[in-house]
Nanobody
């Protein structure tokens, strides 16, 4: 399975940006897909996830501002980010797994497939 993340860029605080994660080799619909981010000098942290059945999960820091969604026809997961803040600046990674257990949905270690990162920079 290969994951391809895209959509990062340089934006101003308050702007919106949508990231995409496309998969080849396996359908997203039967697994779980998550976005993680890693800021310079910090550990990778959970952002959002969507699993089979369309259930979604968010970190408290992005709840209400970010929306994760899935287009099954395109086998692509999106992360719509609104009201971006400087603290959202990071490299964003998408990850997927088809055997993850629910208790690991927010843990990077629970995901077996990773895409390359895409940089999001929010200037204040």
């Amino acid at each position: 399975v290969q994951l391809q993340a895209s959509g990062g860029g340089l934006v101003q605080a308050g702007d919106s940006l949508t990231l995409s994660c496309a998969a080849s080799g396996r359908s997203f619909s039967s697994g779980a897909v998550a976005w993680f981010r890693q800021a310079t000098g910090k550990e990778r942290e959970f952002v959002a996830a969507i699993r089979r059945g369309g259930f979604t999960y968010y970190d408290e820091s992005v709840k209400g501002r970010f929306t994760i969604s899935r287009d099954s026809a395109k086998n692509t997961v999106y992360l719509q980010m609104k009201s971006l803040k400087s603290e959202d600046t990071a490299v964003y990674y998408c990850a997927a797994d088809w055997q993850i257990i629910l208790s690991n949905i927010r843990n990077a270690g629970g995901y077996g497939s990773w895409g390359q990162g895409t940089q999001v920079t929010v200037s204040s």
